[in-house]
């Protein structure tokens, strides 16, 4: 399998414009998770869905971020409009319900610069 | 709330043992987990301890965990530089949980 694909690896992007993360799950993984890593606080979760369907968003900063999950297959992450505080790794995840050990599959992240 | 912590660096020399300890609020947890980011990369699981168990070993790998004391513990033994990576404790309430809450990660060194 080729794992969880995320993109774009790198985005260097002006305050005041959107940006939007994509994320491919692996193929039968019906949990799907946002992360956000950064220095100051770790890794903070943001955001998950069972089954296309958003369980719990309380992690999401404020307005600005909306996360969708059109298809069992994609996912986007949107910041609208970008503030220097969004700069950050953003990280996708995912994994199958009736998992043994509950394993969470990352991407390889997506570093967000905001200037 | 459930809450994860762990001191942020740890420097061992190549060949030494290096423990890396973090403390959990949650009493309720059944699973506890070392995910390893290596850089650049995104986070893979290490290793993994239920709540019934008091250690758990792999290969260079040793996992404590103390319930009362809500601390986990990973020690590798004889440490690469290979090793240098930032380590995750995390935490799962139990399995019909869907969150997993990670520790801010220790930062592993090896010195020559």
């Known amino acids: 399998d080729a794992g969880v694909i995320q993109s774009p690896r790198h985005e260097v992007t002006e305050m005041g414009q959107e940006v939007t993360l994509r994320c491919k799950p692996i193929?039968?993984?019906?949990?799907l998770f946002w992360y956000r890593q950064t220095m100051m606080r770790g890794l903070e979760l943001l955001i998950y869905?069972?089954?296309?369907?958003?369980?719990?968003d309380s992690g999401m900063p404020e307005d600005r971020f909306s996360a969708k999950m059109p298809n069992a297959s994609f996912s986007t992450l949107k910041i609208q409009p970008s503030e220097p505080r969004d700069s950050a790794v953003y990280f996708c995840a995912s994994r199958k319900s009736g998992s043994n050990t509950g394993e969470l599959f990352f991407g390889e992240g997506s570093r967000l610069t905001v200037l | 709330g459930e809450d994860v912590e762990q001191s942020l660096f740890l420097s061992v020399r190549e060949g030494d043992s290096s423990v890396i300890n973090c403390t959990y609020t949650d009493s309720s947890s059944t699973y506890l987990y070392w995910y390893k980011q290596e850089p650049g990369a995104g986070l893979q699981l290490l290793t993994y301890i239920f709540s019934n168990m008091d250690m758990k070993q792999d290969q260079r790998l040793t996992v404590l965990l103390n319930k009362k004391d809500k601390h986990l513990s990973l020690r590798i033994a004889d440490t690469q530089t290979g090793d240098s990576a930032i380590y995750f404790c995390?935490?799962?309430?139990?399995?019909?949980?869907?969150?997993?809450?990670f520790g801010s990660g220790t930062r592993l060194s090896i010195r020559p």
């Open positions: 193929s039968g993984h019906d949990y």
């Open positions: 869905f069972n089954n296309n369907v958003p369980i719990d």
């Open positions: 995390a935490e799962r309430e139990d399995s019909s949980a869907s969150k997993i809450i």
